[in-house]
């Protein structure tokens, strides 16, 4: 049983601790549980009784300090300028403590007598006992507004850039803050809630030109409020990094690891090599090396760059640009295994058989150095048969062990049937401009399938060594998908003449059935995209609940931690388990694992949103010069308003809107995702191949308008005229009478 602290120990905590004072927080301090918690309780009430602490809700502190986020009433500067604040919750017994302000350049003006929320840090000083920033005025929590400002003689108007929205806002005079037309701005709500007329904005930063090229992703970094600027200090602790040596580490840096990313890529965070199995009792095997940068050597818990780490998540990569998680300094440098320097690394060595399966492994920390930067496309051409100048002295001793080794995942690949769908990426290329030139399809080579598989494989030897080791850490989830949408799925399947077994504990085979059943057919790009669509979200979590889609049992991300938090995670998690050192995870990290994985699966479905919302207003620009040409896809979606249809060409998504289809009235099914037209009975349901004409497209929503031309080439059935919009239906003319009513007066 737990020693039950003094109270002097209590206080001390409490006073070195300041923001975790809740009664939990102070029992898992000294490790009370069970009936030991009473006595806690009893002491935390006697220092309270006595003036000790301060009980505020289910926090105790001292109450003679103030707590680390206090609401404060502005006094006014002083002779020197300087901003002075009171706090409005004081419950000393001395004077009350006075604030000093530290204003930011991007804080509002503040008078005498605001109300306001801050953080504040206790100074010594002959005139203040704290330092306060603000985080917000009280009761000034604004709307913010994200568009286009649009010029007035009496101010303007800013119009949205949100897809489905259609409210715009107006700017004064005098709250214009200089925008001039067509710039993209930021504004906030400004004044009281007009009963009639549009609501008022100020605006509070230019963001620049809205059609130059570059402001595509710029409108998703603010809108989706990704963070893109790192703190001085974030900054300065990046620039103070020096490389990793050898102590302490394996060296690795005859080994040849070599890197195989895209073309573009920005950084390289993971390197392999593979030969054969020289073990006399694995014939036909094969040892497969992955190695990691090790970022975990310079991101240390506590500091201001695991902090900006932690609040972006990952890093969100856009056509134009990317918005790192870590600053470019280690990002771009450090932790990037570029050609020929030494880096360090966590490398994990992986004993497979002749069949593919992985019959051991073993991790270490090492020091490599990778001879080649390849690019996915060079590596394929060399396996080809064409190899250039940088792969042909890598080609016997490197490459082909790679693929041969490749070749033995794919059976174990095969037997574990991960899901299987066929979903092309899209490229956008862009010129040195920043404008699209072309969308094409990314085609699909082994040397892409090489690296996944080598990839699964290392995650899946770190998840098995944490959960070996009874490590905690954060898995990677991916549950099975709820019966709803199976049952959606199903009756997509039934409408392409296809099925899905009812009544059976669900696998991947039984869906990779249905995929196999469906390629080369009209219906293939439906069924994936309805399989897709009835899948879970995958998240991060320190439960592990198993990932459906890869057909493993533990699995959690170790390969990118330059760009992900979680593999960052991992990393310490990994020095932790095997002592290698003191940067591993923190009781307090693996005490808020929780927070973390559900901030992080939060920041990953945000960048996914904004990559996906930027590429949307590239296709917009791109086809913007094309209006009134005729296209053909399929039907993508079905709402009630309308038919979204992906297009063949750039895999673009436009809405047909139920409006262009006649003033009949659509009858939308939501089981069968199908509208149906009350007087033609024109169905309109998922799949369906058609013809349409680009009506419109407006680059800075994303948004496409399409008319129906064809459905299953034949042109659709019209239903009744559409009527003007806005005004009375017109009648028909009558005759007007030939004699005037006669009007009597009556002069009484």
């Known amino acids: 049983m737990a020693r039950i ?61 103030l707590p680390p986020v206090s609401v404060l009433q502005v006094t006014g500067p002083n002779a020197d300028g300087d901003l002075f604040a009171r706090p409005l919750e004081w419950q000393g017994e001395g004077a009350e403590p006075t604030v000093l302000m530290i204003p930011r350049a991007s804080d509002p003006a503040l008078g005498e007598g605001d109300r306001i929320l801050a953080r504040i840090a206790q100074v010594q000083a002959d005139d203040h006992a704290y330092e306060g920033r603000m985080i917000r005025r009280i009761g000034a929590n604004p709307l913010r507004v994200l568009g286009i400002f649009r010029k007035h003689a009496e101010g303007g108007r800013i119009l949205p850039i949100d897809k489905g929205t259609d409210r715009e806002w107006r700017v004064a005079s005098d709250a214009t803050f200089g925008a001039k037309d067509g710039e993209l701005v930021e504004a906030e709500h400004a004044g009281p809630k007009d009963r009639m007329g549009l609501p008022k904005a100020r605006i509070i930063t230019r963001l620049g030109d809205a059609s130059a090229p570059k402001a595509v992703s710029l409108i998703a970094i603010h809108q989706h409020a990704i963070p893109d600027t790192f703190p001085d200090a974030a900054i300065a602790e990046a620039d103070a990094m020096k490389p990793a040596g050898l102590k302490g580490r394996k060296d690795l840096r005859d080994m040849p690891l070599i890197t195989i990313d895209p073309s573009d890529a920005r950084d390289h965070d993971d390197a392999c090599f593979a030969h054969a199995d020289e073990d006399p009792k694995n014939a036909g095997g094969h040892v497969v090396w992955v190695a990691i940068a ?34 470019d300094r280690l990002s771009g440098d450090l932790c990037s295994l570029h050609e020929g320097v030494p880096r ?30 390849l690019h996915y496309e060079e590596v394929q051409d060399a396996i080809d048969g064409t190899p250039n100048d940088k792969t042909a002295p890598l080609l016997d001793d490197v490459l082909k062990p790679l693929y041969a080794a490749y070749a033995s995942l794919k059976k174990a690949r095969a037997a574990r049937q991960p899901l299987d769908l066929d979903l092309p990426e899209r490229q956008i290329v862009l010129d040195e401009d920043g404008r699209v030139t072309s969308v094409s399809f990314k085609d699909r080579l082994d040397a892409h399938k090489l690296i996944e598989e080598f990839m699964v494989l290392a995650n899946v030897a770190a998840a098995e060594t944490l959960v070996a080791r009874k ?29 899905l077994a009812k009544g059976q504990v669900l696998k991947t085979a039984h869906l990779n059935n249905l995929l196999h059943a469906a390629a080369g057919t009209d219906h293939a790009e439906q069924i994936n995209i309805a399989t897709l669509r009835s899948m879970t979200q995958a998240y991060y979590a320190p439960q592990n609940f198993g990932h459906f889609g890869l057909a493993l049992q533990s699995y959690a991300h170790f390969t990118s931690p330059i760009r992900r938090y979680a593999d960052l995670i991992v990393h310490r998690a990994l020095v932790s388990a095997l ?170």
């Open 294 to 327: 090790d970022v975990a050597h310079y991101i240390r818990p506590g500091t201001e760059l695991d902090r900006e780490a932690r609040k972006r998540g990952n890093s969100t990569y856009f056509p134009d640009r990317v918005v790192p998680m870590l600053p």
């Open 5 to 65: 602290p003094t109270k002097d120990e209590i206080l001390a905590w409490i006073s070195e601790n300041p923001t975790r004072t809740n009664k939990r927080d102070i029992g898992k301090a000294f490790g009370i549980k069970g009936a030991a918690r009473i006595d806690l309780k009893r002491m935390l009430k006697e220092l309270s009784d006595e003036g000790h602490l301060e009980k505020h809700r289910k926090t105790y502190r001292d109450p003679e300090r």
């Open 344 to 373: 360090a690394c966590i490398a994990v060595s992986m004993q497979i058989n002749a069949a593919g399966e992985k019959i051991s492994h073993r991790f270490v920390r090492g020091l490599m150095q990778s001879p080649a930067s």
């Open 471 to 499: 490590q905690p850490l954060l898995f990677r989830v991916h549950e099975e998908p709820n019966p709803e949408k199976l049952d959606a799925l199903r009756e997509t399947a039934q409408s392409a003449g296809l099925t």
């Open 579 to 748: 002592k290698w050192g003191d940067d591993g995870l923190t009781h307090h990290d693996e005490e808020i694992l929780e927070e973390t994985g559900k901030h992080i699966s939060d920041t990953e479905r945000r960048s996914m949103v904004a990559e996906r919302d930027t590429t949307d207003r590239y296709l917009a620009a791109f086809l913007s010069d094309r209006i009134g040409a005729e296209m053909t896809g399929r039907i993508s979606g079905i709402q009630r308003f309308g038919a979204f249809i992906k297009l063949d060409e750039t895999g673009a998504d436009g809405l047909v809107p139920v409006r262009s289809l006649g003033s009949e009235f659509f009858h939308f099914d939501a089981d069968s995702q199908t509208l149906q037209g009350s007087d033609t009975g024109l169905t309109l349901g998922l799949g369906q191949r058609v013809t349409v004409r680009l009506a419109e497209a407006v680059p800075v929503t994303g948004g496409l308008i399409l008319e129906l031309i064809e459905v299953d080439g034949k042109a659709p059935k019209r239903g009744p005229k559409q009527r003007r919009r806005g005004g009375p239906p017109r009648r028909k003319a009558t005759k007007a009478a030939s004699k005037k009513r006669k009007v009597t007066r009556n002069r009484n």
